[in-house]
């Protein structure tokens, strides 16, 4: 197995190339499809804040109410992830398992479901790649399987490629697909 010093990354900050929607801060163009924005959603009767915390929550037993609450309460996704964390010792929903996204994917289809303008402008992204861009954070391995990063690759036509499974990426497109699959 390669090290991760192997490869060099680029430059953290760039513009979104074209055929690319590029997930990073909130405030960006691809941000309202970060977990961390803030688009409420309902689950079981419940209100969250945002994705994050109901997909941190999400690890932990449904009758672990503690850690659910702790997670549930604040208006900060950072502060729901970061008590998530403290609680760790009780997730029974391994991060990045099979069940963790399928969890990703319920809190995807929650968000649509809940907010019209992500359903519309997920639909109008057409064919665009969707990429979780980690570059800035590292080659960390929950970086390189919820997102990726950009690393040199001389044969692309950009100058680089992405490295990572882009797992968030992937399943917004999934959604997509089957969205443009309903309406056609």
């Keep these: 197995m390669p090290s991760v010093a192997a490869t060099q990354v680029c430059a953290p900050v760039f513009p979104a190339a074209e055929g690319q929607i590029l997930i990073r801060k909130v405030a960006e163009p691809g941000g309202w499809l970060s977990n961390m924005s803030p688009h409420p959603i309902v689950y079981e009767g419940l ?10 929550a999400l690890r932990f037993a449904p009758d672990d109410e503690e850690a659910r609450e702790a997670v549930r309460a604040p208006r900060s996704p950072m502060a729901a992830k970061m008590i998530a964390k403290r609680f760790r010792a009780r997730q029974v929903v391994a991060p990045l398992s099979d069940q963790d996204v399928e969890n990703m994917g319920l809190c995807l289809r929650l968000k649509m479901d809940a907010h019209g303008e992500v359903r519309r402008k997920l639909i109008a992204s057409g064919e665009r790649l969707l990429v979780e861009d980690c570059s800035a954070r590292g080659r960390r391995v929950n970086n390189l399987f919820w997102g990726a990063v950009r690393v040199p690759n001389e044969d692309s036509p950009l100058g680089y490629a992405w490295e990572g499974r882009n ?14 699959a309903l309406i056609s």
Excluded: C, N
Aim: charged letters at 25%; a neutral charge.
């Design 47 to 56: 209100k969250w804040w945002h994705a994050e915390a109901l997909f941190q």
């Design 167 to 180: 797992m968030l990426g992937r399943l917004w497109m999934e959604e997509r697909a089957m969205l443009q």
